[in-house]
């Protein structure tokens, strides 16, 4: 039976079209087949609530994909070629605090400062210092993110090797909250910087965490909370546009259920309609490790990597209602009114370390300490119509409720009616009167529109030291390189983990070139080749 297409990718979610997109480059045709009824995973925007409100259903801030080098030199022309572009809001964040005062982030470090040193003058010492400090070995980060496990020298080596390695060793390994406790005294501030670690969702006072408070501020500090103009499915539509004029196809409303084994090699899928899709060169899937694996027959995997997989931590849930409005939610600032397309409410540290412990326990959140409220029309005006708004409200949550509470659907709407008065507190603008419409997705709702969002959870998994570099997502298996020979792995289960980052999506590239025998560097930034003619088409 012919081959339907050089590389089958099963899962359209950004990571897989990134792959998908450097193989097409290369000159290889690739089929793609998402379970959905449109491409992008985490990365859409629908009419999810009313006519004419463009929401973004996962993922609204790109900031983290932008020093991809995908975007950052362009390599496939997604910028140039076909309409990508970003908008960097400022302020960059508004963030109120349980005492009702408030602390603003503004895209010039200077003016952050300044905020900052209205709580403490030491903590505005200290937060240059944060800033200062990251700068002098973000590239050694980056690297490490950019780079597949395996293609370069480890982040150990990378710090061994930097003068300050030694501080990096330790902090990194610290968790957040004692990275922020060691360097801020004001409880306002802890609390500013502990919101911003939480932001991938990783529980904030355990090992591993420390690296975050610095990342996510540095990269929001120079770039803000960015987002896409015309919202996140403005990248997909970008990627789908590229493979599309390359000669890949993308294929929605088909599951994969059942990956096609021939002589231990795999050489396609099977999608829940009972198709079967054959591939002439390899297999890449963004579904989810935990699935995949249930994909072909046990004894097809070692036991080393069954372990890796079963002890692999999905990652905290979460919960998200959708508004569309007349007004933007107005911040009480010691200022006065003010907006900002990311905004929040957080907890202070020991409510942060009581949250984490909550999500450990499973135990129901019903005040979470983090709060993102999400306001992207406020810069970007052509999502909605003129004058009104799309408002998201994000918390971290269980999946599982007590059995005294009842399933998701008798809880959520008296739940987001809770969060949203709680953040009234803050916003009293947000009246009933402002509000069109909304809607609300559980944990339970996430994970039905995206099997890859186990439990609801949608950053990839845990990046703790137990589920990182070399060992994820199981130890042997970091490379993109599954043990069934053909079968190649992206995703947020892989290095360096979720959100829009892209940078799985690359470093699965770079492995699958080099392994087809491509000169890698050549492959991804130079010129593309004609669809069906790569220049090397040895399958391995
Ligand atoms: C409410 C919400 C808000 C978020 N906000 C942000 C944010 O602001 N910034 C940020 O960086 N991240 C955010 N995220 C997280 C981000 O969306 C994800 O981490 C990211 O989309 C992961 O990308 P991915 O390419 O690894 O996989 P995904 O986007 O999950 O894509 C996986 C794809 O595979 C498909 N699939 C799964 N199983 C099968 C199967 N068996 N057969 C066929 N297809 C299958 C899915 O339909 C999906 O299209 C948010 C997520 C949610 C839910």
Known sequence: MGANADIVVAGAGHNSLITACYLAKAGYRCLVLDARHIPGGGAATEELCLPGFGIDTCATGHTMIRVNPVLLHDELG???????????????????FPDGEQLTMWLDSERTIE????????????????????????HIFSRNQFTPVGFGPSLEQMLGEHPRGKIWARRRQLSAVEVVRHEFTDRHVQAFLLWMAFQVFQPCDVPGSGILP??????????????????????????????????????CDRRVTRLLLEDGRCVGVETDDGEQYRAGVAVVSTIHAKHLRDMAPAESWPEEFHYGIDTYDVGVPGFATYYCTTAAPEFASAHGPRTAVSAGMAGWPEDVIDMNAHLRAGRFLADPAWVLVATPTLVDPGRAPAGQHTVKILTPQVHRLPESMGDWDCVKEEHARHLLETLRRHAP?????????????????????????INGAFHGGNRGPAFSGPLRPAPGWASHRMPIPGLYQTGGSTHPGGSITGAPGRNAAIVMLTDLGHDVAQSMSGPALPAGQPSVTTAH
């Open 429 to 453: 603008n947000l009246t009933d009167e402002v509000i069109l419409g909304h809607l609300t997705k559980s944990p339970a709702d996430i994970e039905k529109l995206n099997p890859h969002m």
């Open 214 to 251: 610095y990342q996510q501020t540095f990269g929001r500090q120079q770039r803000s909370w960015s987002i896409p103009v015309g919202g996140s499915g403005r990248l997909t539509a970008a990627l789908t546009g590229y493979l599309e004029d390359h000669g890949s196809t993308i294929v």
């Open 78 to 96: 997604l910028i140039a070629d076909y309409g990508l572009s970003y908008v960097e809001p400022d302020p960059v964040e508004q963030v109120a």
């Open 115 to 138: 905020e900052v040193a209205r709580f403490s003058s030491a903590d505005a010492a200290a937060y240059r210092r944060l800033l200062d400090e990251y700068d002098e070995v973000k």
